[in-house]
């Protein structure tokens, strides 16, 4: 008997025991595992992004200033109508200003010295002297950019002792550059054309001033429809929808729509908005439209995550003082999800704007060199931009590309932050 009952006895554990002291060490061993998988795992990403944000820094910062020549121009008022300026023949206007600083080059060498200059110059002269007609009659000196190969030449992408056939500068034109430079008429400020140019063929003119307005409107109309429809169809499916299988094959297509490729979404607008409704190609309407589709059941799947947070206790108050279900719903509920709403709505566009396939299918990479006025318009997207100048074989359209990743990963940042801000501002805990 005696034994029995010692048998039922529980056996007492020796934590100061060999065998408990290696389990102990183990567990520990296995915890510091787990640690340093962890911050190898940051590490690894925390370096992989800073590889990706120094590769293009180094090819993109070139970018962001532009070599400038300045040139003194004689505006002869027998050569301008002040009624007709663009009747002008701006090209010999601005040739005979080039000349003047080089009298004796020879005319066989007129179009090498023009080259010097970018192609663009006869209308950044043309479009200052119509916007400033007092101009007219004049001596005005003016800053043009160089041309791409001078550009390149002075921000030393290619090297001057290599054979002037393996160069697109030639020997003579490298002499003309270095005399305006020891004239103090070079210069290489920062390049505000960047921002303020719409995209062309010239890469020393080019710029993202028609992508970011397309993006713009292309946003603008992706938050005018996703937003209210994804709200009402997340109150409607959580708070008003029965609870029976229609209601769950329906919530199982929406989260399988948040995985579909853009691919898809892009084909879809191509049959059905340019197809059949027959809608503008290559508008932000359009690529506003597909890209709200995308984002759609992003903000469905968000907001009903956040209806569901809601305590139940302030449903059942609000119905308890008097409040109908749309007053329960829209004055106590929904106040109380928008941060989280709108945190997963900006993360959203933040995604929706670095979207380039269903932008490529609906035209809206077509070379466009003026920005927008509306969502009609023809226009490009930023990362649309960034394909076009990435397919490019002028040399300064390589540094342009790494810009524009840069100024979009920009806005990306910025949109992010803003989601963190405004969810950490909102947010209301009960």
């Not at 000196?141 to 697109?168: H, M, Y």
């Not at 490009?380 to 397919?391: E, G, M, N, S």
């Amino acid at each position: 008997m005696s034994s029995l009952a010692g048998s039922d006895t529980p056996r007492r554990t020796d934590w100061r025991s060999d065998r408990a002291m290696r389990r102990r060490q183990r567990r520990r061993a296995a915890e510091s595992r787990l640690k340093l998988y962890g911050i190898s795992a940051i590490a690894t990403a925390v370096l992989l992004l800073g590889i990706l944000v120094v590769s293009l820094v180094q090819t993109g910062y070139q970018a962001f200033v532009q070599t400038m020549l300045t040139v003194e121009i004689t505006l002869d008022e027998s050569q301008i109508s002040r009624d007709k300026p663009f009747d002008a023949n701006w090209r010999k206007i601005v040739r005979d200003g080039v000349k003047a600083l080089f009298p004796d080059v020879a005319r066989r060498d007129e179009r090498a010295l023009m080259s010097v200059y970018s192609s663009g110059m006869e209308y950044i002269v043309r479009d200052r002297v119509i916007a400033d007609p007092s101009l007219i009659g004049g001596t005005v000196r003016f800053a043009v950019p160089a041309s791409d190969p001078i550009d390149q030449l002075n921000k030393g992408t290619f090297r001057r002792d290599v054979p002037e056939n393996q160069r697109r500068v030639s020997d003579k034109q490298i002499a003309w550059f270095d005399d305006l430079a020891a004239r103090g008429l070079v210069s290489l400020p920062f390049n505000w054309g960047l921002f303020t140019n719409a995209d062309s063929r010239f890469p020393e003119l080019a710029g993202l001033a028609g992508a970011i307005a397309g993006s713009f409107y292309a946003l603008l109309v992706c938050f005018a429809l996703s937003f209210p429809l994804g709200i009402g169809a997340a109150i409607y499916l959580e708070e008003f929808a029965p609870k029976n299988n229609w209601t769950r094959l329906l919530e199982v297509n929406i989260n399988n729509l948040a995985a579909v490729p853009s691919v898809v979404f892009g084909l879809l607008a191509l049959a059905v908005f340019l197809g059949w409704f027959g809608l503008p190609r290559s508008a932000p309407l359009v690529g506003g439209m597909t890209l709200a589709l995308m984002t759609l059941p992003t903000i469905i799947i968000v907001t009903r995550s956040a209806l569901k947070a809601v305590p139940p206790s302030i449903r059942e108050a609000a119905l308890g003082v008097g409040a109908s279900k749309h007053e329960m719903i829209l004055h106590h509920v929904l106040p109380l999800t928008m941060p989280t709403v709108m945190t997963g709505t900006i993360i959203g566009l933040a995604q929706a704007l670095g979207e380039t396939a269903p932008l490529l299918l609906i035209g809206m990479n077509a070379f466009i060199t003026s920005a927008p006025g509306g969502i009609l318009d023809q226009a490009t997207a930023l990362p649309t931009q960034v394909f076009i100048w990435a397919d490019s074989p002028e040399r300064g359209f390589v540094a342009r590309t790494s810009a524009a990743i840069l100024v979009l990963l920009g806005f990306l940042v910025v949109m992010n932050g803003l989601a963190i801000y405004l969810h950490q501002r909102l947010e209301r805990k009960w």
